[in-house]
């Protein structure tokens, strides 16, 4: 061990060490200069076409939708998802065309991310393939006589076999302090739930698609039906949901394993129809959990009830929920033990 010591002492002194080491230091230099240069000149790029940039991401998003957008200033990412181009849209509001009539903002951010493919927007395309949402307010809403904000998005039109289009799409979507709300005042349900952080990185198969999700929110509200009270109100669920879209079922649903509800764990599968005139919807749970914490996590027409009992060791629980997003009254719920 000593002798191969004294052997690299010996090269290190050598010209053809210090020779080695100039290479590698010019090396790295060479990379530093090359990225530094190719981040000052997307910025410089930027400065000189913030306004035609900030024009197509308008259009961009306008061709796809029968609403308004309102972005109060478009800023580039200094490194940031280098070497795309990454914007940051502050105040961003997103309306339908029925807001003068109903009132409910669909989108409101006080910052978006977006992430940029460089060569596409050479060529004046603009492709976003990342969303990050900061700061914001997504609510959806459905009145008692069926209006809702959310018809926005305009169907894509088929393309025939003869031509070519590029198509492009959101592959990853991040979402930090999110107030997200569902009011549907037609079926009386109320969904609220303070995101924290949602994480997703989305596989698309044709019209299929699927993705993982990691989830950290405060559910405020999960009214099924708003007279009765929430399930898990104010309760933290974090966890990983695999979810998976189909066309064909025109449906979507939702798996977990291990998903923290307050300080408890379930496993999770829904399914979700996405159906305009009849959305029924399916959730199964099971968990091992005391009594009392099961209690606290139910409705408050039903905990009154099982308020009156308790047990002091675990329990196995399975409950099943099943009913139908766009009709009144409480979905059939079964629970055994």
């Not at 000149?41 to 998003?61: M, R």
């Not at 006589?145 to 990853?172: C, M, R, Y």
């Not at 979700?272 to 914490?293: E, G, H, R």
């Not at 009992?309 to 033990?337: Q, R, W, Y």
Request: with cysteine; proline share 1%.
């Amino acid at each position: 061990m000593n002798q191969l010591w004294e052997r690299i002492q010996t090269y290190s002194k050598t010209e053809s060490f210090r020779k080695l080491i100039k290479r590698i230091g010019f090396f790295f230099l060479g990379v530093f200069i090359i990225l530094s240069t190719s981040i000052v000149v997307l910025a410089v790029y930027f400065n000189n076409n913030k306004a035609k940039i900030t024009t197509q991401i308008n259009n961009k998003i306008n061709e796809n939708i029968t609403g308004t957008i309102h972005i109060g200033d478009v800023k580039y990412k200094f490194l940031k998802g280098f070497p795309n181009m990454t914007l940051a849209l502050s105040r961003v509001e997103l309306k339908d065309s029925l807001w003068t009539v109903h009132k409910r903002t669909l989108l409101k951010a006080e910052q978006i991310e977006v992430r940029i493919d460089l060569l596409d927007l050479i060529t004046n395309e603009i492709n976003i393939d990342k969303i990050e949402i900061h700061n914001a307010t997504l609510h959806l809403f459905k009145g008692k006589d069926g209006l809702v904000n959310t018809a926005i998005f305009k169907a894509k039109p088929k393309k025939k076999n003869s031509e070519s289009a590029t198509t492009s799409s959101v592959n990853q979507i991040i979402l930090e302090q999110v107030h997200f709300i569902s009011e549907n005042q037609l079926g009386n349900k109320l969904f609220d739930f303070d995101v924290i952080a949602l994480k997703s990185k989305i596989d698309f198969e044709t019209d299929d698609w699927n993705t993982n999700i990691y989830l950290k929110t405060i559910a405020k509200s999960m009214a099924f039906n708003a007279q009765r009270g929430t399930f898990i109100k104010d309760k933290v669920v974090e966890g990983i949901l695999k979810v998976n879209f189909s066309l064909v079922k025109n449906q979507i649903s939702v798996s977990a394993e291990k998903l923290l509800i307050g300080k408890d764990l379930f496993n999770v599968k829904a399914n979700f129809s996405l159906d305009k005139n009849t959305s029924p919807f399916d959730i199964a749970i099971k968990t091992k959990i005391l009594w009392k914490d099961a209690s606290d996590l139910l409705s408050a027409n039903i905990s009154e009830k099982t308020n009156q009992f308790n047990l002091k060791d675990p329990i196995n629980v399975s409950c099943t929920i099943v009913g139908d997003m766009n009709s009144t009254g409480d979905p059939e719920i079964k629970v055994a033990t």
